[in-house]
């Protein structure tokens, strides 16, 4: 259990603007010192989390052998980064599982946040489907809660939040898609690439899509942006949570393009969410966005 203590204002000569070198990475044990003053000073470490994205470096903060926190440093000049405190702080007030908060410097981009441990649904892509679906069940429990959320209780948060999806936007999920999963990870050549993202159907789909009412939505609910945990699926990385479609956060986890699962288990988590057969005009739209995906 994490100890907390009154929040302590950083004097200017400790704060720390970049963590890339070890004299950074020793001003950032030196503010989590001061921040968590009953945690041994002579114990505790700071390690480097290679896994990061929007701007943001991870460290894992460990105080003793059972005792650990995760220390964010957030690129301030990017909005989405500076509305995740709030947006996790929302998602635990409507019990939806995710890191808790313990202190956070919003004038130096720095947040101590729970540490729920190292493995994430897409270290588990090799087990065997009874396992895994467990994972994938309390997973789509999660974001379910998120989605079906009343209206009134989100616009609580929008201000909090990037703008909703609509067409240009899906525009720019499907380029996005082309160039960093068909181009750098599957090696298609930039000539395929091109002819791809021209195709008109795409537009079609886009502004289909931006005419559908629209929920809060994860915005990327894949495997590695969740952690599992004593069973259980954490969401991570839901700064840019959105108005959206739910069936968006079903193609990422379900189409994921780095983790098989067959159709048939493709069926069953799809029942698993609806309750059952799921309508005609979910699936269609569901299709549609595993288009970009398949």
Known sequence: MVVLSAPIKTPPELIATSTSNPMRTDLLLRQTRMHFPRFDADKIDITP??????????YRVRCSPDQSIILVKYNLEREENRHYVQIAQFLGEHEIRAPKI???????GLIWIEDLGERDLFGYREESWMVRRAFYESALDEVAKLHRLPEEVCEKIKGNLPAEFNAALYLWEQNY?????????????NVKLATLATLPTLSEIAERLDRLPRNLVHRDFQSQNLIIRNGQAY???????????????LASLLYDPYVDLSEAERGELIEYYCGGQPQNDFEETLRLFSRDRA
């Open 49 to 58: 989390i290679e896994k990061g994205g929007s701007d943001r470096k991870f």
């Open 102 to 108: 313990y202190f956070h410097d919003p004038a130096e």
């Open 177 to 189: 898609f082309f160039e960093n999963c068909l181009g750098r990870y599957f090696k298609i050549d």
């Open 235 to 249: 969401l991570i990385d839901f700064q840019g949570m959105r108005p959206g479609l739910p069936q968006y956060d």
